[in-house]
Protein backbone atom coordinates (compact mmCIF):
# COMPACT_ATOMS: atom_id res chain seq x y z
CA UNK A 1 0.00 0.00 0.00
CA UNK A 2 2.51 2.12 1.09
CA UNK A 3 4.56 1.94 -2.82
CA UNK A 4 1.03 2.36 -4.19
CA UNK A 5 0.32 5.51 -2.32
CA UNK A 6 4.08 7.18 -2.95
CA UNK A 7 3.56 6.44 -6.83
CA UNK A 8 0.00 8.25 -6.71
CA UNK A 9 2.07 10.87 -5.04
CA UNK A 10 4.80 10.90 -7.39
CA UNK A 11 2.87 11.02 -10.28
CA UNK A 12 -0.02 13.83 -9.47
CA UNK A 13 2.29 15.78 -7.96
CA UNK A 14 4.61 15.83 -10.76
CA UNK A 15 2.26 16.44 -13.43
CA UNK A 16 0.17 19.67 -11.15
CA UNK A 17 3.63 20.58 -10.43
CA UNK A 18 4.88 20.64 -14.13
CA UNK A 19 1.46 22.30 -15.36
CA UNK A 20 2.26 25.05 -12.88
CA UNK A 21 5.37 25.71 -14.21
CA UNK A 22 4.05 26.13 -18.16
CA UNK A 23 1.60 28.43 -16.51
CA UNK A 24 4.40 30.93 -15.26
CA UNK A 25 7.63 29.81 -17.25
CA UNK A 26 8.67 28.50 -20.79
CA UNK A 27 9.74 25.63 -19.36
CA UNK A 28 8.33 21.95 -20.49
CA UNK A 29 6.13 23.25 -23.17
CA UNK A 30 4.89 26.85 -21.68
CA UNK A 31 4.43 29.78 -22.92
CA UNK A 32 5.93 31.85 -19.92
CA UNK A 33 3.75 34.38 -17.97
CA UNK A 34 2.68 35.85 -20.98
CA UNK A 35 1.12 32.97 -22.52
CA UNK A 36 -0.75 31.74 -19.03
CA UNK A 37 -2.31 35.44 -18.96
CA UNK A 38 -3.10 35.12 -22.23
CA UNK A 39 -5.11 31.69 -21.53
CA UNK A 40 -7.15 33.69 -18.50
CA UNK A 41 -7.66 36.51 -20.84
CA UNK A 42 -8.96 33.60 -23.46
CA UNK A 43 -11.09 32.18 -21.14
CA UNK A 44 -12.65 35.34 -19.61
CA UNK A 45 -10.90 36.23 -16.44
CA UNK A 46 -9.49 39.44 -15.16
CA UNK A 47 -5.94 39.72 -13.85
CA UNK A 48 -3.53 39.15 -16.03
CA UNK A 49 -0.04 38.24 -15.05
CA UNK A 50 -1.12 37.89 -11.29
CA UNK A 51 -3.92 35.41 -12.50
CA UNK A 52 -1.82 33.13 -14.09
CA UNK A 53 1.41 33.53 -11.41
CA UNK A 54 -1.12 32.63 -8.59
CA UNK A 55 -2.46 29.61 -10.60
CA UNK A 56 0.53 28.60 -11.81
CA UNK A 57 2.11 29.36 -8.30
CA UNK A 58 -0.97 27.23 -6.51
CA UNK A 59 0.04 24.40 -8.95
CA UNK A 60 3.50 24.53 -7.94
CA UNK A 61 2.77 24.59 -4.49
CA UNK A 62 -0.21 21.41 -4.42
CA UNK A 63 2.27 19.67 -6.33
CA UNK A 64 5.59 19.78 -4.45
CA UNK A 65 3.28 18.95 -1.52
CA UNK A 66 1.85 16.32 -2.59
CA UNK A 67 5.41 14.93 -3.78
CA UNK A 68 7.07 14.90 -0.61
CA UNK A 69 3.59 14.10 1.04
CA UNK A 70 3.84 17.32 3.10
CA UNK A 71 0.67 19.07 4.68
CA UNK A 72 -1.42 16.62 2.37
CA UNK A 73 -4.73 18.73 3.48
CA UNK A 74 -3.41 21.85 2.10
CA UNK A 75 -2.01 20.39 -1.33
CA UNK A 76 -5.81 19.06 -1.60
CA UNK A 77 -7.35 22.91 -0.53
CA UNK A 78 -5.05 24.05 -3.35
CA UNK A 79 -5.41 21.67 -5.66
CA UNK A 80 -9.52 21.97 -5.27
CA UNK A 81 -9.19 25.83 -6.03
CA UNK A 82 -7.38 25.53 -8.65
CA UNK A 83 -9.18 23.06 -10.41
CA UNK A 84 -12.42 24.32 -9.52
CA UNK A 85 -12.09 26.96 -11.37
CA UNK A 86 -10.89 24.95 -14.54
CA UNK A 87 -14.01 23.21 -13.92
CA UNK A 88 -16.04 25.82 -14.05
CA UNK A 89 -13.97 27.04 -17.57
CA UNK A 90 -14.56 23.48 -19.03
CA UNK A 91 -18.35 22.59 -17.77
CA UNK A 92 -19.97 24.01 -21.01
CA UNK A 93 -17.88 21.98 -23.15
CA UNK A 94 -19.71 18.75 -20.98
CA UNK A 95 -17.65 15.85 -18.55
CA UNK A 96 -15.32 14.63 -21.25
CA UNK A 97 -12.17 15.26 -22.03
CA UNK A 98 -11.83 14.88 -25.45
CA UNK A 99 -14.63 17.64 -25.81
CA UNK A 100 -12.60 19.26 -23.65
CA UNK A 101 -14.57 18.92 -20.87
CA UNK A 102 -13.78 18.73 -17.04
CA UNK A 103 -12.93 15.22 -17.04
CA UNK A 104 -9.38 15.87 -16.08
CA UNK A 105 -9.78 18.88 -13.92
CA UNK A 106 -12.60 17.00 -11.68
CA UNK A 107 -9.62 14.09 -11.29
CA UNK A 108 -7.19 16.48 -9.99
CA UNK A 109 -9.62 17.43 -7.39
CA UNK A 110 -10.62 13.93 -6.95
CA UNK A 111 -7.31 12.35 -6.15
CA UNK A 112 -5.49 14.85 -3.42
CA UNK A 113 -8.99 14.46 -1.46
CA UNK A 114 -8.34 11.11 -1.61
CA UNK A 115 -4.99 10.83 -0.62
CA UNK A 116 -5.62 13.39 2.26
CA UNK A 117 -8.78 10.58 3.29
CA UNK A 118 -6.18 7.56 3.26
CA UNK A 119 -3.01 9.48 4.43
CA UNK A 120 0.13 9.98 1.52
CA UNK A 121 1.21 6.80 3.26
CA UNK A 122 4.68 5.71 5.07
CA UNK A 123 6.85 7.43 2.86
CA UNK A 124 5.53 10.61 3.34
CA UNK A 125 6.70 14.03 5.75
CA UNK A 126 3.18 13.73 7.05
CA UNK A 127 4.27 10.79 8.59
CA UNK A 128 7.68 11.55 9.20
CA UNK A 129 6.61 14.71 11.54
CA UNK A 130 3.82 12.80 13.45
CA UNK A 131 0.98 14.70 11.57
CA UNK A 132 -0.77 11.50 10.48
CA UNK A 133 -3.65 10.32 10.45
CA UNK A 134 -5.62 13.13 9.12
CA UNK A 135 -9.36 12.41 10.52
CA UNK A 136 -12.32 12.20 7.83
CA UNK A 137 -13.17 15.93 8.92
CA UNK A 138 -10.04 17.13 7.08
CA UNK A 139 -10.65 16.13 3.88
CA UNK A 140 -14.05 17.19 3.91
CA UNK A 141 -12.80 20.83 5.30
CA UNK A 142 -10.09 21.01 2.77
CA UNK A 143 -11.95 19.85 -0.47
CA UNK A 144 -14.82 22.52 1.04
CA UNK A 145 -12.43 25.48 1.43
CA UNK A 146 -11.07 24.37 -2.11
CA UNK A 147 -14.09 24.17 -4.11
CA UNK A 148 -15.19 27.13 -2.25
CA UNK A 149 -11.82 29.35 -3.11
CA UNK A 150 -12.18 28.19 -6.36
CA UNK A 151 -16.05 29.97 -7.07
CA UNK A 152 -14.88 32.89 -5.30
CA UNK A 153 -12.25 33.42 -7.72
CA UNK A 154 -14.29 32.40 -10.36
CA UNK A 155 -16.99 35.24 -8.89
CA UNK A 156 -14.18 38.16 -8.05
CA UNK A 157 -12.06 37.73 -11.65
CA UNK A 158 -14.61 36.07 -14.33
CA UNK A 159 -15.88 39.08 -16.91
CA UNK A 160 -19.52 37.54 -17.44
CA UNK A 161 -19.82 39.66 -20.67
CA UNK A 162 -16.79 37.82 -22.30
CA UNK A 163 -18.14 34.22 -21.21
CA UNK A 164 -20.84 32.57 -19.82
Known amino acids: MNTGLLILRLAVGLLYAG ?3 QKVSHRLGGHGIEGGAAEFAAD ?4 GRLTAAAAGGGQIT ?22 TVAVTVKRRNGLWVQN ?16 TLTGPGRWSLDQATGLLPW ?30
Open 100 to 115: DGYEYPLMLIILPAVL
Open 135 to 164: TPWWTAAAIGLGITSGLATRTLLHRPDLHS
Open 19 to 21: HGI
Open 62 to 83: AGLLLCTGALTPLAATIAAGVM
Open 44 to 47: GFRG
